[in-house]
C-alpha cells in the first residue's frame, strides 16, 4: 500500500518537476555564455523531437524508425513557404506568387502537412501487426532524401537552402533561446496532458496488450491513427522551427544519424514517460554537441579510430543491455524500493 | 537497333544485380524469419565483407580468392560474436534488439570512415575480359557474379532443405515454441542462422564491390533495399524475396539506364510505396 501511494506521489510530482525544469531554464541565461545558449536552444528542440518519437513508439509500441520524415516535412514546409520563388520554373509554379506569410503560420502549416504525411502513413502501415510499421517507417526517410536530390530546383540537392537572415525566428541568441524555451513548455505540457488523459490510458492499453485491448471494443487502428497524428505533428512543428531557428533547411534533417540519436536519448533516458526522454533528450544533446565537441574530440590522437559518434553508440548499446526501461525507470525503481 | 542493345543490357546488369540483392536481402529475411531479429546490422556485415577484403588484398597482399574467403569467414565469425554479446542478451525485447543493431550499424559505419575515408574503393576483380553475346559486350566478371549468386542460392536451399541443421532452422522459422518443446538446442540454430545470414551478406559485398564501389554509406542504403525487398518479397519468405530481389534489380537498372542514376532508387522505393498500398502483406507473404 505504501509503494502504491508513493507511486501516485511520484505521478503528480511529475508535473512539478517539470515546471521546476523551466522555471530553471528561464533563469540560466543571465549566467551562461552565447554560445552554449545557441546550443540549448537547439537542445530544446531536440527535446520536442525526443518526446514526440516517444508518444508513438513509448506510449502506443509501434517501432517508428522515420520519425524524421517528419521533422524534414515540417522543415521543408515552411522553408518553401517562406522563398516562394523556389516554387518558379517547377510543378508547382502556382504557389510562386505566395504573399509573405508571418513566421508562426508556415511552422504552423509545417506541423500540419507533417501530420497529414504522418496520418496517411499510419492509414497504411498500421493496418497490418507486426514489423511493417517499423520496416516501412525505416525506409521512407531515404524516399524523401532522394526526393530532395531529384528535384533539385525545388529542395536545393544535397546543400538545401536558406530561408534568409531575416526569416529567423529571432534576431538573437537570446531571442532565439527565448522562443524555443516556450515552444517546447507548450509541446511537453501539451503531450503530457494527452499522456494523462482517458485518451493516453487508451494508448497505453494498446500497447500493454493489442489483443485485450481490442476485445475491449477499442478501435486499435484508429488509435494508432491518432497517435501517429500526434506525434508527426508535434514533429513537424520542431522540425520547422528548427528551420528558421538556424535559418536553413538541408537534407540532413530526414536522416539516419538524427533518427539514431532520437532514440538514443529517448532509450536512455526512458521510453514511453516523457519525463525520460526529456532527461535524455538534455543530456544526449549536450552530451554530442558540447561536451564531446569541446572535451573529448580535440584529446584523440588521430591514429585511433574513434570520434564521439562512436562514443555514443557504444553508450546506446551497453545501456539497452544494461538497463532497457532507462535512467528515469531506474532512479524511479530506485525511490520504490527505499 | 539500339533499343534491342538497351534491353539486353538492362536485363543483363539487371539480372547481376538482382543476383547480388538476392544474396543479401535472403540472408536478412532468413534470420528475421527463424528468430523474429530484425537485424539491422545486415548491412554492416555486406560492407564489412568488402572491406576486409580489400584490406586483406592491399595490406598483406593476399590472393583474391583466398582474401575473399577468409574475409566472409571473419564476418561470420564476427556476426556470431555480435549475436552472443549484443544480440542476444536483449532477445526478448524487439524495441531493443533493433536499436543495439542499428547502433552497431552506425559504429562500424564510423569506423569504415575513419579508417578506409569517405570515398568508394573498388574490390580487385576476380576475373576480367569479356565475351559477346547478341553484339552486346559483357564482362566476364557479371557472368561470374550471376553463376556465384545463383549457386549460393541453391546452395541455401539444399542446406535448408536437405541437411537435419538445414530442417532444424525450417522447424524453428515455423514454430519456434515448438522446436523448444521438441529438444532443438534454439539458442544454437540462431548462432548458425546469423552466421549463415552474415557469410551471404559478405559474399554479397564482395560482389557488389567489383562491380561498383565499396563505400560507407552503403551499410544504410544496402539495408534499407534489403528491407524494401524483404517487404515487398513478404516478411520471412525467402522464395519471395528472391524473386523481387530480381524485381527490384531490373527496375533498378532500367531507371539507371533510361532516366539517370539519381532516379533509381527513387523510382524503386516509391514502387514498392504503390505495391505496399495495394497489397501491404506483400507478394508472398502470409497475414500474421
Same mark, same amino acid.
Given at each position: 500500500?505504501?509503494?502504491?501511494?508513493?507511486?501516485?506521489?511520484?505521478?503528480?510530482?511529475? &508535473?512539478? =518537476?517539470?515546471? $521546476?525544469?523551466?522555471?530553471?531554464?528561464?533563469?540560466?541565461?543571465?549566467?551562461?555564455?552565447?554560445?552554449?545558449?545557441?546550443?540549448?536552444?537547439?537542445?530544446?528542440?531536440?527535446?520536442?523531437?525526443?518526446?514526440?518519437?516517444?508518444?508513438?513508439?513509448?506510449?502506443?509500441?509501434?517501432?517508428? &524508425?522515420?520519425?524524421?520524415?517528419?521533422?524534414?516535412?515540417?522543415?521543408?514546409?515552411?522553408?518553401?513557404?517562406?522563398?516562394? *520563388?523556389?516554387?518558379?520554373?517547377? #510543378?508547382?509554379?502556382?504557389?510562386?506568387?505566395?504573399?509573405? +506569410?508571418?513566421?508562426?503560420?508556415?511552422?504552423?502549416?509545417? $506541423?500540419?502537412?507533417?501530420?497529414?504525411?504522418?496520418?496517411?502513413?499510419?492509414?497504411?502501415?498500421?493496418?497490418?501487426?507486426?514489423? =511493417?510499421?517499423?520496416?516501412?517507417?525505416?525506409?521512407?526517410?531515404?524516399?524523401?532524401?532522394?526526393?530532395?536530390?531529384?528535384?533539385?530546383?525545388?529542395?536545393?540537392?544535397?546543400?538545401?537552402?536558406?530561408?534568409?537572415?531575416?526569416?529567423?525566428?529571432? *534576431?538573437?541568441?537570446? $531571442?532565439?533561446?527565448?522562443?524555443?524555451?516556450?515552444?517546447?513548455?507548450?509541446?511537453?505540457?501539451?503531450?503530457?496532458?494527452?499522456?494523462?488523459?482517458?485518451?493516453?490510458?487508451?494508448?497505453?492499453?494498446?500497447?500493454?496488450?493489442?489483443?485485450?485491448?481490442?476485445?475491449?471494443?477499442?478501435?486499435?487502428?484508429? =488509435?494508432?491513427?491518432?497517435?501517429?497524428?500526434?506525434?508527426?505533428? #508535434?514533429?513537424?512543428?520542431?522540425?520547422?522551427?528548427?528551420?528558421?531557428?538556424?535559418?536553413?533547411?538541408?537534407?540532413?534533417?530526414?536522416?539516419?544519424?538524427?533518427? +539514431?540519436?532520437?532514440?538514443?536519448?529517448?532509450?536512455?533516458?526512458? &521510453?514511453?514517460?516523457?519525463?525520460?526522454?526529456?532527461?535524455?533528450?538534455?543530456?544526449?544533446? %549536450?552530451?554530442?554537441?558540447?561536451?564531446?565537441?569541446?572535451?573529448?574530440?580535440?584529446?584523440?590522437?588521430?591514429?585511433?579510430?574513434?570520434?564521439?559518434?562512436?562514443?555514443?553508440? &557504444?553508450?546506446?548499446?551497453?545501456? !539497452?543491455?544494461?538497463?532497457?526501461?532507462?535512467?528515469?525507470?531506474?532512479?524511479?525503481?530506485? =525511490?520504490?524500493?527505499? | 537497333?539500339?533499343?534491342?542493345?538497351?534491353?539486353?543490357?538492362?536485363?543483363?546488369?539487371?539480372?547481376?544485380?538482382? $543476383?547480388?540483392?538476392? +544474396?543479401?536481402?535472403?540472408?536478412?529475411?532468413?534470420?528475421?524469419?527463424?528468430?523474429?531479429?530484425?537485424?539491422?546490422?545486415?548491412?554492416?556485415?555486406?560492407?564489412?565483407?568488402?572491406?576486409?577484403?580489400?584490406?586483406?588484398?592491399? *595490406?598483406?597482399?593476399?590472393?583474391?580468392?583466398?582474401?575473399?574467403?577468409?574475409?566472409? %569467414?571473419?564476418?561470420?565469425?564476427?556476426?556470431?560474436?555480435?549475436?552472443?554479446?549484443?544480440?542476444?542478451?536483449?532477445?526478448?525485447?524487439?524495441?531493443?534488439?533493433?536499436?543495439?543493431?542499428?547502433?552497431?550499424?552506425?559504429?562500424?559505419?564510423?569506423?569504415?570512415?575513419?579508417?578506409?575515408?569517405?570515398?568508394?574503393?573498388?574490390?580487385?576483380?576476380?576475373?576480367?575480359?569479356?565475351?559477346?553475346?547478341?553484339?552486346?559486350?559483357?564482362?566476364?566478371?557479371?557472368?561470374?557474379?550471376?553463376?556465384?549468386?545463383? !549457386?549460393?542460392?541453391?546452395?541455401?536451399?539444399? #542446406?535448408?532443405?536437405?541437411?537435419?541443421?538445414?530442417?532444424?532452422?525450417?522447424?524453428?522459422?515455423?514454430?519456434?515454441?515448438?522446436?523448444?518443446?521438441?529438444? %532443438?538446442?534454439?539458442?544454437?540454430?540462431?548462432?548458425?542462422?546469423?552466421?549463415?545470414? !552474415?557469410?551471404?551478406?559478405?559474399?554479397?559485398?564482395?560482389?557488389?564491390?567489383?562491380?561498383?564501389?565499396?563505400?560507407?554509406?552503403?551499410?544504410?542504403?544496402?539495408?534499407?533495399?534489403? #528491407?524494401?525487398?524483404?517487404?515487398?518479397?513478404?516478411?520471412?519468405?525467402?522464395?519471395?524475396?528472391?524473386?523481387?530481389?530480381?524485381?527490384?534489380?531490373?527496375?533498378?537498372?532500367?531507371?539507371?539506364?533510361?532516366?539517370?542514376?539519381?532516379?533509381?532508387?527513387?523510382?524503386?522505393?516509391?514502387?514498392?510505396?504503390?505495391?505496399?498500398?495495394?497489397?501491404?502483406?506483400?507478394?508472398?507473404?502470409?497475414?500474421?
Amino acid at each position: 500500500m505504501k509503494k502504491i501511494t508513493r507511486y501516485w506521489r511520484i505521478k503528480t510530482n511529475e &508535473l512539478s =518537476y517539470l515546471i $521546476g525544469f523551466m522555471m530553471v531554464m528561464a533563469v540560466i541565461p543571465i549566467f551562461l555564455p552565447e554560445t552554449l545558449l545557441y546550443i540549448l536552444g537547439l537542445t530544446f528542440i531536440f527535446i520536442v523531437f525526443s518526446v514526440s518519437w516517444d508518444f508513438m513508439t513509448g506510449l502506443v509500441g509501434e517501432v517508428n &524508425l522515420g520519425h524524421t520524415i517528419f521533422i524534414g516535412v515540417g522543415g521543408y514546409v515552411t522553408a518553401l513557404l517562406n522563398v516562394p *520563388q523556389r516554387f518558379e520554373k517547377t #510543378f508547382l509554379s502556382p504557389l510562386a506568387t505566395l504573399p509573405q +506569410l508571418p513566421i508562426p503560420l508556415t511552422i504552423l502549416v509545417g $506541423g500540419i502537412i507533417a501530420a497529414i504525411v504522418g496520418i496517411l502513413i499510419g492509414l497504411i502501415t498500421l493496418r497490418l501487426k507486426g514489423w =511493417y510499421f517499423a520496416l516501412v517507417t525505416a525506409i521512407l526517410p531515404l524516399l524523401f532524401i532522394k526526393a530532395t536530390y531529384v528535384f533539385k530546383e525545388l529542395f536545393g540537392g544535397e546543400e538545401g537552402f536558406s530561408v534568409g537572415l531575416g526569416r529567423a525566428v529571432a *534576431q538573437d541568441t537570446l $531571442g532565439k533561446y527565448i522562443v524555443t524555451l516556450v515552444f517546447m513548455a507548450i509541446c511537453i505540457l501539451v503531450m503530457y496532458g494527452i499522456k494523462n488523459s482517458k485518451l493516453g490510458l487508451t494508448l497505453i492499453a494498446i500497447r500493454e496488450d493489442n489483443t485485450l485491448a481490442e476485445s475491449l471494443g477499442i478501435n486499435i487502428y484508429l =488509435y494508432k491513427v491518432f497517435a501517429m497524428a500526434v506525434s508527426s505533428f #508535434f514533429a513537424g512543428l520542431s522540425g520547422a522551427l528548427l528551420v528558421h531557428y538556424r535559418v536553413t533547411v538541408s537534407p540532413d534533417l530526414f536522416d539516419v544519424p538524427l533518427m +539514431l540519436l532520437i532514440i538514443l536519448a529517448v532509450v536512455i533516458g526512458g &521510453l514511453g514517460s516523457i519525463i525520460g526522454p526529456i532527461i535524455g533528450g538534455f543530456l544526449i544533446y %549536450l552530451l554530442k554537441y558540447w561536451v564531446l565537441k569541446v572535451y573529448l574530440v580535440p584529446f584523440i590522437p588521430p591514429t585511433i579510430p574513434i570520434n564521439d559518434d562512436i562514443v555514443l553508440y &557504444l553508450l546506446l548499446i551497453v545501456i !539497452a543491455i544494461t538497463m532497457p526501461h532507462g535512467i528515469y525507470e531506474r532512479l524511479r525503481k530506485l =525511490y520504490l524500493t527505499i | 537497333m539500339g533499343d534491342i542493345n538497351t534491353l539486353m543490357t538492362i536485363f543483363l546488369y539487371g539480372a547481376t544485380f538482382g $543476383g547480388i540483392l538476392a +544474396l543479401i536481402s535472403s540472408g536478412f529475411t532468413l534470420i528475421f524469419g527463424v528468430s523474429r531479429i530484425l537485424n539491422f546490422s545486415h548491412g554492416a556485415f555486406f560492407m564489412m565483407g568488402a572491406y576486409i577484403g580489400i584490406y586483406l588484398i592491399q *595490406q598483406l597482399n593476399l590472393d583474391p580468392l583466398i582474401a575473399s574467403l577468409i574475409s566472409i %569467414l571473419l564476418v561470420g565469425i564476427f556476426a556470431v560474436a555480435t549475436y552472443i554479446t549484443i544480440i542476444h542478451p536483449v532477445i526478448k525485447n524487439e524495441v531493443m534488439t533493433i536499436i543495439v543493431t542499428l547502433a552497431l550499424a552506425l559504429l562500424v559505419e564510423q569506423v569504415i570512415l575513419l579508417t578506409f575515408g569517405e570515398f568508394g574503393f573498388s574490390y580487385p576483380e576476380l576475373i576480367t575480359g569479356t565475351i559477346s553475346v547478341g553484339g552486346v559486350a559483357i564482362s566476364l566478371l557479371r557472368i561470374l557474379i550471376l553463376a556465384i549468386s545463383l !549457386a549460393t542460392i541453391l546452395a541455401l536451399w539444399l #542446406f535448408i532443405d536437405k541437411t537435419r541443421m538445414g530442417k532444424e532452422i525450417n522447424a524453428a522459422s515455423q514454430d519456434p515454441e515448438g522446436a523448444i518443446l521438441i529438444g %532443438l538446442d534454439v539458442n544454437k540454430i540462431f548462432a548458425v542462422t546469423i552466421f549463415i545470414s !552474415a557469410i551471404l551478406a559478405a559474399l554479397s559485398g564482395i560482389l557488389y564491390s567489383q562491380m561498383y564501389t565499396a563505400n560507407p554509406f552503403q551499410i544504410l542504403n544496402s539495408l534499407i533495399l534489403a #528491407f524494401s525487398i524483404v517487404i515487398l518479397g513478404g516478411l520471412g519468405s525467402v522464395k519471395g524475396s528472391i524473386i523481387s530481389s530480381f524485381i527490384i534489380g531490373f527496375i533498378y537498372i532500367a531507371t539507371t539506364t533510361l532516366l539517370g542514376a539519381r532516379w533509381s532508387e527513387f523510382i524503386a522505393l516509391a514502387i514498392i510505396i504503390v505495391i505496399l498500398i495495394i497489397r501491404p502483406t506483400g507478394l508472398f507473404g502470409v497475414e500474421e
